[in-house]
């Protein structure tokens, strides 16, 4: 017989993502690799996607951070009956975050392209 804690460590998609800390080599990795670690599971593919976007967020120098429906609730949007992918956030001393809904149905992939692409753009839609 496993236990439920066992059947959990064992398996990466029920256990959080964890990450080297070596891996955070600024604020903007630091940013990813610990949103990822709050809402992201700790499977491989997962692990990739996460690199790809810590690369992207130091190359930007923007903060990228992995986010889901629950946290979008506590930050002030209404999502009732909307699917929010991403979002692009100002902060008050005009510093750039993109958010990443890990709850969206689309791909990550597309969610971090568009984001992006509003942020080039100076858009926030």
Known sequence: VVSNT???E???KRRNFTYDPKKVTNEYTQATYESASKVMNDTEHSHKFVDVVAKIATEKKTKYE?????DIK???Y???GVQV?????VQE???TKILINIDSPKALNTIVGHETTHLLEGTQE
Request: glycine letters at 12%.
């Open 85 to 89: 992918n991403g979002l692009v956030e």
């Open 78 to 80: 209404n999502i009732e």
């Open 6 to 8: 066992q059947n959990i």
């Open 66 to 70: 992995f986010t889901n429906n629950e």
């Open 74 to 76: 506590t930050r002030g």
């Open 93 to 95: 001393n005009g510093e």
């Open 10 to 12: 064992n398996n990466p």
